[in-house]
């Protein structure tokens, strides 16, 4: 009868470690989630943003909690304005609505956690290490260069520009904006070509923008701001 009842006992401890050991799993935290990317891409020729962060997925999760920053994204947490939450342990990115001309909504910081479902409320992680945010900009004149050829005839100025090639673009349009009056403008459409050679009014500022021919429109992209160096003529 001993051994019997020494038997049962050991069989009830050893059920009783199994379950606990069980409920200690079920409960416990997920591991740090590591964020791989977080870009905002800024397409000039289309005029509009979007913002992409992305993570390696955790297995036996639930889903992750992501907080998104506007401003100094510090690890505290203070500057964080959004949060969302995405369900699904095999999701590994998020892509949230970016305005092109709100720039209260270029998000620079992200931070993300993980989370299990335990009887209908979620057992969260510790959050990831903060991941600032890379900025990028596509379809934008780049490599500008203004050069004063001639200034003898003033007002106006013979000047030499230049900028690099975007492939897939019609031409290019210059706005000289005038040096005694800014929103006095002398707009030159430049096609198949990255250079122009020739005078305009006196103009400190100029802006390039690319253009493409759809349905036989021109389709303007934005512009980007250059100024022109007296300094050097």
């Known amino acids: 009868m001993k051994k019997w009842?020494?038997?049962?006992l050991a069989v009830t401890m050893l059920l009783s470690s199994f379950g606990f050991a069980v409920t200690v799993q079920?409960?416990?935290?997920?591991?740090?989630v590591t964020i791989t990317s977080a870009v905002l891409t800024a397409d000039r020729f289309n005029k509009k943003c979007t913002y992409k962060v992305t993570w390696k997925a955790l297995?036996?999760?639930?889903?992750?909690q992501i907080k998104l920053a506007v401003e100094s994204g510090d690890d505290s947490g203070s500057y964080y304005v959004k949060t969302k939450t995405i369900k699904g342990a095999k999701k590994t990115n998020y892509k949230p609505s970016i305005g092109y001309y709100d720039?209260?909504?270029y998000y620079n910081a992200v931070k993300i956690r993980a989370y299990k479902n335990k009887n209908?409320?979620?057992v969260y992680g510790s959050w990831s290490k903060v991941k600032k945010t890379k900025f990028k900009t596509v379809n934008q004149v780049t490599g500008f260069k203004g050069k004063i050829l001639d200034n003898d005839y003033s007002p106006n100025l013979e000047?030499?520009?230049?900028?690099?090639?975007?492939?897939?673009?019609?031409?290019?349009?210059?706005?000289?904006h005038s040096c005694y009056d800014y929103n006095d403008v002398t707009r030159i459409?430049?096609?198949?070509?990255?250079?122009y050679t020739g005078w305009i009014m006196c103009a400190g500022i100029i802006e390039i923008r690319p253009y493409k021919i759809v349905n036989g429109k021109k389709k303007y992209g934005d512009t980007s701001m250059h100024y022109l160096d007296y300094s050097s003529y």
Do not use: C, E, H, R
Request: glycine share 10%; hydrophobic share 35%; charged share 25%.
């Open 5 to 8: 009842i020494s038997l049962f």
């Open 26 to 32: 079920a409960v416990s935290k997920p591991k740090k």
């Open 59 to 64: 297995k036996g999760v639930a889903g992750y």
């Open 103 to 105: 720039p209260d909504n």
């Open 120 to 122: 209908g409320k979620k």
């Open 159 to 176: 000047l030499k520009l230049t900028w690099n090639k975007m492939t897939g673009m019609s031409g290019y349009q210059i706005i000289a």
């Open 189 to 195: 459409n430049v096609k198949n070509k990255t250079s």
